[in-house]
């Protein structure tokens, strides 16, 4: 998956999250969430690092970190599987 290719998946899930009025938030580490909103305002929060990490060169964290939030969009029914595959393809 190419840099720019990330940066489009990270794109859409900004807007969705945006769309469905999800703050971003750092959960602490020692914490399980206790609602989907709890999932989703982390995952919003993880992308503005992700971006951090593009330019640094770091693309298997950010890879790791992909698979996380889409993990989660699909556990809680943002997104198909299917749908998930169409953002990382070419």
């Known amino acids: 998956m190419e840099t720019d290719k990330v940066r489009e998946a990270l794109t859409i899930y900004r807007k969705k999250f945006e769309e469905l009025n999800v703050p ?38 950010v890879f790791r970190w992909l698979g996380f939030i889409q993990g989660c969009l699909w556990r809680i029914g943002v997104y198909t599987v299917e749908e998930m595959k169409n953002h990382n393809r070419p």
């Open 24 to 61: 971003k938030r750092r959960f602490p580490r020692n914490e399980l969430p206790k609602s989907d909103n709890d999932f989703l305002a982390h995952c919003h929060g993880m992308l503005d690092e992700m971006e951090v990490f593009i330019q640094e060169g770091r693309m298997e964290k």
